[in-house]
């Protein structure tokens, strides 16, 4: 079996699942935010259930549209928290606890390997860079969920993909993953558990990881996972305040898929306007002048990525034309980040830092386009009217990329800066 | 049940930030959701929809985001069914979860045009275009699926469930 079918079975007291097989599976964590659990609270009311399955398992994360960016807004976060105040959920976090819900979850061990983990919320696919299954599904599974502790799932197909060869300079995860969803469409692993393996992500650090499983979904894939090794347990055995399980893929495994990349040959990339899919070599893209840079979000606002947009932005000052935002991802981030002194970096390049937030990723606010402008970010969508007008423009790359673009003016590598 | 409405054309990889762009989220009330409907694919589909219209895309349909708000949001603004060449999980689970009637099928989203009138068979999954006069059938629905539809719906379901508990 596949470590996604281990994980299932062993969630639903079974030896063995097949894919296709339809099964009720026990889930660990569910997760829902300020947009999607407005709806799941008022269709949890409806089934007439008393109380939660468990209300130390269930994380309501307002991190969306706040800090709440309009009264429309604050009245959906208030309904998180008064939801968690009336069923006593202790994985509520309030602005200033809280921080994007795909980092801050792994960050504080709430999610493990071994788990089974339910989110309405589509990027909830990133704890997969745990060795969990996780997947994301809509409000009306996560009411069903919180009430039951259980979810149905259709046991996927897994494709397996293997990263060999060495990392190009100012290649990073994020390449990886828009390389793969540009060789295999936006469609190219529906319904599938893509597996990500190999020498390249046997080194690959937490932080690239979760940023390769975060975008499993814009190949259309029910999660992305990568096996459990040395490196999580590094960063599991500090944040873990339950037990976890370890899972692997047997060798004899029969995936539907196999796709290997040979990672000498992939360079630093960027998915341009309106899909995921729509990807090309950075060196490609050079006359595309831009107007915003974004370094964040769930895809990339972890330490990681801080530190290398900080390198290429250090010692130079964002263009003239161009306004940068800088988004940690979590407070613990935030202050990290702080005491290394990459905030002082980014300021005295004259990028402005926000509060966690997903905000403008998905056209919230904190930095939304008007018509006809044109950003590079480090986020994981660029459909049409992704961060703003329906008639603005949205590149996707990495951070050292976006970084080296928010000082040209234009779309650009490290490279160009003599780095 | 039978499903006959006028039909609205739309292409590949229809995202949900198309179907309900994100600037409305700050909102679940259906009824303000269906005034944007498809507005970032069709800025004037919100006016020109009708109630009983029936969507009819290609492949990927509801890709990106896990808004339930999307199928919301086209429920609301009277569209009875979508057709489909496919549609991504999420969105797939979701109208399942809330009852909007879906149908895959790769000929009868080639084999349709805009503004045919078209006629389901929800149960049979029998597609007539009755202005062209082809037909055409969408793949079976799993049965856990058509139990959650006989049920009336996920909550209906889940209810149910914890009753016989």
Not at chain 2, 46 to 63: H, S, Y
Request: overall charge negative; proline content about 5%; aromatic content about 6%.
């Amino acid at each position: 079996m596949t470590i996604t079918e281990k994980i299932l079975a062993s969630h639903c007291n079974k030896k063995e699942v097949h894919p296709g097989e339809l099964i009720n599976a026990k889930v660990d964590v569910i997760l829902a935010n300020d947009i999607t659990a407005p709806i799941a609270i008022k269709e949890f009311e409806k089934i007439g259930a008393k109380d939660v399955f468990d209300k130390d398992r269930i994380a309501l994360i307002p991190d969306h549209f706040a800090p709440q960016k309009d009264i429309k807004a604050a009245e959906q976060c208030k309904m998180l928290r008064d939801f968690s105040h009336k069923h006593g959920l202790s994985l509520y976090f309030e602005v200033g606890r809280m921080g994007i819900e795909h980092a801050l979850l792994p960050e504080q061990g709430i999610v493990l390997p071994g788990d089974v983990v339910i989110g309405a919320d589509s990027h909830t696919c990133t704890y997969g860079a745990l060795g969990a299954f996780a997947t994301g599904v809509g409000s009306t599974d996560v009411a069903a969920a919180m009430a039951t502790g259980e979810c149905w799932f259709k046991v996927p197909e897994s494709i397996k993909f293997i990263y060999y060869g060495s990392l190009n300079k100012w290649v990073s995860g994020k390449d990886l993953i828009l390389h793969t969803i540009g060789d295999i469409g936006v469609d190219g692993a529906l319904y599938m558990a893509m597996e990500f393996t190999g020498e390249v992500i046997d080194k690959l650090s937490m932080d690239s990881r979760l940023t390769m499983c975060n975008m499993a979904i814009e190949a259309g894939g029910k999660s992305g996972i990568i096996v459990p090794d040395k490196i999580t347990e590094e960063y599991v055995k500090v944040r873990a305040k339950r037990q976890y399980h370890f899972y692997n893929s047997d060798n004899d495994t029969n995936y539907a898929r196999i796709i290997e990349y040979d990672c000498s040959k992939i360079q630093p990339t960027v998915a341009c306007p309106s899909l995921p899919s729509n990807t090309k070599p950075v060196n490609e893209l050079s006359h595309i002048t831009i107007d915003q840079v974004v370094i964040g979000s769930c895809t990339n606002g972890r330490m990681e990525d801080l530190r290398v947009a900080a390198s290429v932005v250090k010692g130079r000052k964002v263009n003239p034309n161009v306004r940068m935002i800088v988004f940690p991802a979590t407070q613990l981030i935030y202050k990290q980040a702080l005491q290394e002194g990459l905030i002082e970096i980014f300021i005295d390049a004259e990028a402005v830092v926000s509060t966690p937030t997903c905000g403008p990723c998905l056209g919230g606010h904190m930095g939304i386009l008007a018509r006809g402008e044109r950003a590079i970010a480090t986020t994981n969508r660029n459909f049409v009217g992704r961060m703003g007008h329906p008639e603005s423009e949205v590149y996707l790359s990495n951070p050292a990329v976006a970084a080296a673009s928010a000082i040209l003016g234009r779309i650009g590598s490290p490279e160009e800066l003599g780095l | 049940m039978k499903l006959q409405g006028k039909v609205w054309k739309f292409g590949d990889d229809i995202d949900t930030d198309a179907i309900i762009p994100a600037r409305y989220l700050n909102t679940s009330n259906p009824e303000e959701l269906a005034r944007h409907v498809m507005e970032d694919a069709d800025k004037e589909f919100p006016n020109k929809v009708k109630r009983g219209d029936i969507l009819v895309a290609g492949k990927n349909f509801g890709c990106g985001s896990s808004r339930e708000h999307a199928p919301i949001a086209i429920k609301a603004a009277g569209i009875q069914a979508v057709i489909a060449k496919s549609f991504a999980r999420i969105f797939y689970r979701n109208a399942f979860n809330i009852g909007l009637p879906i149908f895959e099928s790769e000929d009868a989203s080639q084999g349709i045009s805009e503004g045919d009138i078209v006629e389901i068979d929800a149960d049979t999954g029998r597609i007539d275009n009755l202005t062209t006069k082809k037909t055409f059938t969408a793949k079976p629905i799993p049965p856990f699926m058509q139990e959650l539809i006989a049920s009336g719906g996920l909550i209906e379901w889940t209810k149910k469930k914890l009753e016989k508990v």
